[in-house]
């Protein structure tokens, strides 16, 4: 173990910001955690249904606030990218090429897993499992998707990103909000914010790729007024205080995202950047910089995987033959979030059963007209392995 954090260490430019690895590294445990924390599975007469805590006990809404990390990731993704981007150009390397390296990593590991649920649902039909149930778990699992289709999306509108200042999309979900929510427009406009929406945190974090690291000051700013801005809307405006969809919500802040969701990302960005500076004065031990290096080397592979590992620990409980607290049971009390969080490491030992099955997938590297083409990894070292 000593000698891979040495080569960890050792491996990493002088000059890469081990503080924007150490944020996607957070963003992307902060979802996990907060997917295994407000998802839950119940038994009804030997189906499987889907049921949220923040449903029967909206009190635990704070809980949102801490695990919905997307915007953090998105203004990480958009300063990665740009910086990419620029990087790119001064090799002469086309956009083509370049776009075509980037979504290769986040396809790949996609790949692998759309072919094993798809086998997974077709032996769980043929085996005699009730169709809802394979819903369920269909849905469940395939929930992740979502995201990357719109991060692939933005990335490859990186160059546009750079040139957009953040207001602009911003303005636009206040419109769309407008027309949804006070004049009693179409639903469906609400789904323009699922672009608008996460290319405000991925502008703002194009424009650091541009303009360099923004001062404290704009972090306070963005953390006091996104902050501001969300109690507001939450106390005044009708929106509700979580920032996840709630079963049986007449409104999700999130699906589609709403104003509240982009001011909350707002506020977040702010946080992450007075985060970078504490980060790279902790991340300069070799120990903790390998931690961080290990997990944004299996980001997507984690993603994608989280969900089916609770999955699959929710299905292997079952053979108890009667329902497991905090696993199976109705999410409604106390008592199940104490259950809940005694489950989280056997859910974090079957998603490290899955990242060693599926980890290369990820890790691959893509091969254009014959020659390895470099690919910006999301942590700028070679594999530790």
Same mark, same amino acid.
């Given at each position: 173990?000593?000698?891979?954090v040495?080569?960890?260490?050792?491996?990493?430019?002088?000059?890469?910001?081990?503080?924007?690895?150490?944020?996607?590294?957070?963003?992307?445990?902060?979802?996990?955690?907060?997917?295994?924390?407000?998802?839950?599975l119940?038994?009804?007469?030997?189906?499987?249904?889907?049921?949220?805590?923040?449903?029967?006990?909206?009190?635990?809404?704070?809980?949102?606030?801490?695990?919905? +990390?997307l915007a953090?990731?998105?203004?990480?993704?958009?300063?990665?990218?740009?910086?990419?981007? +620029?990087?790119?150009?001064?090799?002469?390397t086309?956009?083509?090429?370049?776009?075509?390296?980037?979504?290769?990593r986040?396809f790949?590991?996609?790949?692998?897993?759309?072919?094993?649920w798809?086998?997974?649902a077709?032996?769980?039909?043929?085996?005699?499992?009730?169709?809802?149930?394979?819903?369920?778990?269909?849905?469940l699992?395939?929930?992740?998707?979502?995201?990357?289709?719109?991060?692939?999306?933005?990335t490859?509108a990186?160059?546009?990103?750079a040139?957009?200042h953040?207001?602009?999309?911003?303005?636009?979900?206040?419109?769309?909000?407008l027309?949804?929510?006070?004049?009693?427009?179409?639903?469906?406009?609400?789904?323009?914010?699922v672009?608008?929406?996460?290319?405000?945190?991925?502008?703002?974090g194009?424009?650091?790729?541009?303009?360099?690291?923004?001062?404290?000051?704009?972090?306070?700013?963005?953390?006091?007024?996104?902050g501001?801005?969300?109690a507001?809307?939450?106390?005044?405006?009708?929106?509700?205080?979580?920032?996840?969809?709630?079963?049986?919500?007449?409104?999700?802040?999130?699906?589609?995202? +709403?104003?509240?969701?982009?001011?909350?990302?707002?506020?977040?960005?702010?946080?992450?950047?007075?985060?970078?500076?504490?980060?790279?004065?902790?991340l300069?031990r070799?120990?903790?910089?390998?931690?961080?290096?290990?997990?944004?080397?299996?980001?997507?592979?984690?993603?994608?995987?989280?969900?089916?590992?609770?999955?699959?620990? +929710?299905?292997?409980?079952?053979?108890?033959?009667?329902?497991?607290?905090?696993?199976?049971?109705?999410?409604?009390?106390p008592?199940?979030?104490?259950?809940?969080?005694?489950?989280l490491?056997?859910?974090?030992?079957?998603?490290?059963?899955c990242?060693?099955a599926?980890?290369?997938?990820?890790?691959?590297?893509?091969?254009?007209?014959?020659?390895?083409?470099?690919?910006?990894r999301?942590?700028?070292?070679?594999?530790?392995?």
């Amino acid at each position: 173990m000593r000698e891979l954090v040495r080569r960890i260490d050792s491996g990493t430019p002088p000059d890469r910001d081990r503080a924007v690895d150490a944020l996607r590294a957070l963003a992307i445990l902060g979802v996990v955690l907060g997917h295994w924390l407000v998802t839950a599975l119940v038994t009804d007469s030997g189906t499987l249904r889907g049921a949220g805590p923040l449903q029967h006990m909206p009190r635990l809404a704070p809980v949102s606030w801490l695990f919905q +990390t997307l915007a953090v990731f998105f203004l990480v993704g958009g300063h990665v990218g740009g910086k990419s981007y +620029t990087a790119a150009r001064a090799r002469g390397t086309t956009y083509r090429q370049w776009l075509g390296a980037r979504t290769a990593r986040l396809f790949r590991p996609v790949a692998a897993f759309l072919v094993v649920w798809s086998v997974t649902a077709g032996a769980l039909l043929a085996s005699g499992v009730d169709l809802e149930t394979v819903h369920t778990l269909v849905e469940l699992a395939l929930s992740p998707l979502w995201f990357l289709l719109v991060f692939a999306a933005l990335t490859a509108a990186t160059p546009l990103a750079a040139r957009v200042h953040p207001l602009w999309p911003l303005v636009v979900v206040l419109y769309v909000d407008l027309i949804r929510f006070g004049l009693g427009g179409p639903a469906w406009c609400g789904w323009i914010n699922v672009a608008a929406g996460w290319l405000v945190p991925y502008c703002l974090g194009a424009v650091w790729a541009r303009d360099g690291i923004p001062g404290r000051t704009t972090g306070w700013v963005l953390l006091a007024g996104g902050g501001a801005a969300t109690a507001a809307l939450v106390r005044w405006a009708g929106y509700p205080a979580a920032m996840v969809g709630v079963p049986g919500a007449a409104i999700s802040n999130l699906d589609p995202p +709403t104003l509240a969701a982009v001011t909350f990302g707002l506020a977040q960005c702010g946080a992450a950047l007075l985060l970078l500076g504490p980060l790279r004065r902790v991340l300069v031990r070799p120990a903790a910089w390998a931690a961080v290096a290990l997990v944004n080397l299996s980001a997507m592979t984690v993603f994608l995987w989280h969900q089916t590992a609770m999955t699959a620990v +929710t299905a292997t409980g079952l053979l108890a033959g009667s329902p497991l607290p905090g696993l199976h049971t109705v999410p409604d009390g106390p008592g199940w979030v104490l259950a809940r969080l005694a489950w989280l490491p056997v859910f974090a030992v079957a998603l490290l059963v899955c990242w060693a099955a599926f980890r290369s997938y990820e890790q691959a590297r893509p091969r254009t007209g014959g020659r390895v083409v470099r690919e910006d990894r999301p942590a700028g070292y070679g594999r530790p392995g």
